[in-house]
């Protein structure tokens, strides 16, 4: 393995040889982000991207905004707690999370928690719906969650730095620092977050008395242009947290759960004159601890590291033609009191082709084949394709065959781990229909996913929860989604956007809908800005879900906000904001089981010099 990094790094230096670009060296995608092949490889998804002024809105975690502004469902155990996902009517662990260009799902679960990412830390984040095994590996079934960084390659200076104090005593701070010339980029930012989270449970007199939870997080990114053919990059990322696990109201939480994230990616890239050359070497880690009383020293723990090593070359074959092929391995090591020393090696190859067979049709082909210690993985597939109608009219195709690798914690978890386990596999389809009117869009997809082997937990005769390859699952349903943004005078606009999601989820052999899968689920949200003056309002609708044992009823939450943002002299500019969070808030029934905070505000200060 040794070997044959080096022997790719030193191909990487010397390959390529240097031509005229028709954009600067420093603009270019392949030096200014990560991955590339988003942009490049996705005509036939639905691309949705999240960017500053609606980051900003979104409060302290990336859960909040997916919430208000995707079709993705979350179940959340309560502010600042565990929130897991389900995109397009599938479980958890078919989300894959993208970090500038590497999955970083866990190898123990197969989740990411959306309350452990502060969107703030990020310069964009993109949705991408629908199948993606073939380009982002194991659990891209229902879509993909994309964090980026990008690097600025131009002279700048740039410093921010964000406080908000609110309810429930809750406070935030974060500072960020930006540099750049045309050879030099590094971006630096440090948030801290704490709250009591000890809100009053809507229509009781009862208080969440175990909610207390504070998180630090450290991100730092930089790159460095040798070159016209060389460039290097490198990504950091630091999660430390500490939280309590609220409980309900028929029972309070004790439990208390420790949990540290660290992630480095090291990138050299090599541009030639029809082709780039990329080595992403990658160090993760992830590390927790669970009490089951917080006032005993008794705990559990556990910990994985995943070391990755891919190879990437990407030419342009024509005009018509462009090939990309990439080469990855992946080394997994566990240790934990409740799942032992478990270790995987895994190695996969995909080649990516693009055809642009007319200026309005152009379509993508993939495979991939994963080689694994532990299982014999499928051959899987992907195409996908967008035709431009008429000027304002397009459609788009994609078709896919997807996989999720069994967990360490699905296969060696004591009590209930299952060693017989095999991946699962998922084939979908996706026709999607594009409407642009100027600053108007509509985007409606119809989708329908077909998974064999899901992977459950489920608990037998003496109570033990245990996982094993029981469900076929079908999955089908329609996402609408609205967007306008409308400039009405000099300094007035207006931003609108609306998302619904029709989902059936269901086991095929008993035709139930899954649990935690809403047929029903719509955001809107309205911004409005007046020269120096922002409104902002959210609406979010949950319909009713399945649980074992019941249902629960939909709910609705709103919240609105207001930001100022005087003209100042010089390089300093300032906003203040003011945000009334569950300024609407309604559910039904089950209260002990799902309890909701009442209406509380928050306040921001953001400061750029």
Do not use: C
């Given at each position: 393995?040794?070997?044959?990094?080096?022997?790719?790094?030193?191909?990487?230096?010397?390959?390529?040889?240097?031509?005229?670009?028709?954009?600067?060296?420093?603009?270019?995608?392949?030096?200014?982000?990560?991955?590339?092949?988003?942009?490049?490889?996705?005509?036939?998804?639905?691309?949705?991207?999240?960017?500053?002024?609606?980051?900003?809105?979104?409060?302290?975690?990336?859960?909040?905004?997916?919430?208000?502004?995707?079709?993705?469902?979350?179940?959340?155990?309560?502010?600042?707690?565990?929130?897991?996902?389900?995109?397009?009517?599938?479980?958890?662990?078919?989300?894959?999370?993208?970090?500038?260009?590497?999955?970083?799902?866990?190898?123990?679960?197969?989740?990411?928690?959306?309350?452990?990412?502060?969107?703030?830390?990020?310069?964009?984040?993109?949705?991408?719906?629908?199948?993606?095994?073939?380009?982002?590996?194991?659990?891209?079934?229902?879509?993909?969650?994309?964090?980026?960084?990008?690097?600025?390659?131009?002279?700048?200076?740039?410093?921010?730095?964000?406080?908000?104090?609110?309810?429930?005593?809750?406070?935030?701070?974060?500072?960020?620092?930006?540099?750049?010339?045309?050879?030099?980029?590094?971006?630096?930012?440090?948030?801290?977050?704490?709250?009591?989270?000890?809100?009053?449970?809507?229509?009781?007199?009862?208080?969440?008395?175990?909610?207390?939870?504070?998180?630090?997080?450290?991100?730092?990114?930089?790159?460095?242009?040798?070159?016209?053919?060389?460039?290097?990059?490198?990504?950091?990322?630091?999660?430390?947290?500490?939280?309590?696990?609220?409980?309900?109201?028929?029972?309070?939480?004790?439990?208390?759960?420790?949990?540290?994230?660290?992630?480095?990616?090291?990138?050299?890239?090599?541009?030639?004159?029809?082709?780039?050359?990329?080595?992403?070497?990658?160090?993760?880690?992830?590390?927790?601890?669970?009490?089951?009383?917080?006032?005993?020293?008794?705990?559990?723990?556990?910990?994985?590291?995943?070391?990755?090593?891919?190879?990437?070359?990407?030419?342009?074959?024509?005009?018509?033609?462009?090939?990309?092929?990439?080469?990855?391995?992946?080394?997994?090591?566990?240790?934990?009191?409740?799942?032992?020393?478990?270790?995987?090696?895994?190695?996969?190859?995909?080649?990516?082709?693009?055809?642009?067979?007319?200026?309005?049709?152009?379509?993508?082909?993939?495979?991939?084949?994963?080689?694994?210690?532990?299982?014999?993985?499928?051959?899987?597939?992907?195409?996908?394709?967008?035709?431009?109608?008429?000027?304002?009219?397009?459609?788009?195709?994609?078709?896919?065959?997807?996989?999720?690798?069994?967990?360490?914690?699905?296969?060696?978890?004591?009590?209930?781990?299952?060693?017989?386990?095999?991946?699962?596999?998922?084939?979908?389809?996706?026709?999607?229909?594009?409407?642009?009117?100027?600053?108007?869009?509509?985007?409606?997809?119809?989708?329908?996913?077909?998974?064999?082997?899901?992977?459950?937990?489920?608990?037998?005769?003496?109570?033990?929860?245990?996982?094993?390859?029981?469900?076929?699952?079908?999955?089908?349903?329609?996402?609408?989604?609205?967007?306008?943004?409308?400039?009405?005078?000099?300094?007035?606009?207006?931003?609108?956007?609306?998302?619904?999601?029709?989902?059936?989820?269901?086991?095929?052999?008993?035709?139930?809908?899954?649990?935690?899968?809403?047929?029903?689920?719509?955001?809107?949200?309205?911004?409005?800005?007046?020269?120096?003056?922002?409104?902002?309002?959210?609406?979010?609708?949950?319909?009713?879900?399945?649980?074992?044992?019941?249902?629960?009823?939909?709910?609705?939450?709103?919240?609105?906000?207001?930001?100022?943002?005087?003209?100042?002299?010089?390089?300093?500019?300032?906003?203040?904001?003011?945000?009334?969070?569950?300024?609407?808030?309604?559910?039904?029934?089950?209260?002990?089981?799902?309890?909701?905070?009442?209406?509380?505000?928050?306040t921001q200060l953001l400061l750029n010099f």
């Open positions: 393995m040794k070997r044959a990094i080096i022997a790719i790094a030193f191909l990487l230096s010397v390959s390529g040889q240097v031509s005229a670009q028709e954009k600067p060296l420093w603009e270019l995608d392949e030096v200014v982000v990560s991955d590339s092949r988003l942009k490049r490889y996705s005509e036939g998804h639905k691309l949705t991207r999240l960017t500053d002024s609606t980051i900003q809105r979104s409060g302290i975690f990336i859960m909040s905004l997916l919430a208000f502004n995707s079709n993705i469902y979350f179940k959340e155990n309560g502010f600042g707690m565990v929130a897991s996902p389900a995109f397009r009517g599938t479980n958890a662990s078919h989300t894959a999370v993208i970090w500038n260009g590497i999955n970083v799902n866990s190898p123990l679960n197969g989740q990411v928690d959306f309350n452990t990412i502060n969107p703030i830390n990020y310069s964009s984040v993109d949705i991408r719906s629908g199948g993606g095994s073939v380009q982002f590996g194991t659990g891209a079934i229902g879509g993909s969650v994309h964090l980026n960084n990008e690097l600025r390659f131009e002279n700048h200076f740039d410093h921010q730095v964000m406080i908000g104090y609110g309810g429930f005593d809750t406070k935030k701070v974060n500072f960020s620092q930006n540099f750049g010339n045309r050879k030099w980029s590094h971006s630096f930012g440090l948030n801290y977050t704490a709250s009591d989270n000890d809100f009053k449970y809507l229509e009781t007199e009862q208080f969440n008395q175990n909610g207390e939870f504070h998180n630090i997080t450290l991100n730092f990114n930089s790159g460095y242009i040798f070159s016209d053919k060389n460039v290097q990059r490198l990504y950091h990322q630091s999660f430390i947290g500490d939280r309590n696990l609220s409980g309900n109201l028929v029972t309070q939480g004790r439990s208390r759960y420790e949990d540290d994230h660290y992630r480095t990616q090291l990138e050299w890239v090599g541009l030639g004159k029809k082709s780039t050359s990329k080595l992403k070497l990658a160090h993760l880690y992830e590390g927790f601890k669970y009490f089951g009383n917080k006032d005993s020293g008794n705990f559990s723990k556990g910990k994985v590291t995943t070391l990755l090593a891919r190879y990437s070359y990407d030419l342009e074959l024509s005009d018509a033609f462009r090939l990309n092929s990439y080469l990855e391995y992946d080394h997994y090591r566990g240790n934990g009191s409740s799942f032992g020393n478990p270790q995987r090696n895994d190695m996969s190859l995909t080649v990516l082709v693009k055809h642009k067979v007319l200026k309005d049709l152009v379509y993508n082909f993939g495979v991939r084949k994963d080689f694994s210690s532990d299982f014999s993985s499928p051959l899987v597939f992907s195409l996908d394709g967008k035709y431009r109608v008429a000027g304002h009219y397009g459609l788009q195709l994609s078709a896919s065959r997807n996989f999720r690798m069994p967990t360490f914690n699905d296969l060696y978890w004591k009590p209930g781990g299952s060693l017989d386990l095999v991946p699962e596999s998922s084939y979908q389809i996706d026709l999607g229909q594009v409407l642009e009117f100027g600053a108007a869009s509509f985007n409606l997809n119809g989708y329908y996913i077909a998974t064999d082997d899901m992977i459950r937990w489920l608990p037998d005769t003496s109570g033990i929860w245990s996982p094993s390859n029981i469900d076929e699952v079908r999955i089908y349903g329609l996402e609408g989604e609205f967007a306008l943004i409308y400039p009405i005078q000099k300094k007035q606009h207006i931003e609108i956007k609306t998302n619904y999601a029709y989902t059936v989820s269901e086991d095929k052999a008993t035709r139930e809908q899954l649990i935690y899968v809403p047929f029903h689920r719509t955001n809107a949200s309205i911004a409005y800005n007046l020269s120096q003056l922002g409104l902002f309002y959210q609406h979010l609708y949950n319909g009713p879900v399945s649980i074992i044992g019941g249902e629960l009823e939909g709910y609705q939450v709103a919240n609105a906000g207001i930001t100022y943002s005087p003209q100042s002299k010089g390089k300093l500019q300032y906003s203040l904001g003011l945000t009334l969070n569950n300024l609407f808030n309604t559910y039904y029934e089950n209260v002990a089981l799902r309890p909701m905070p009442n209406r509380n505000i928050q």
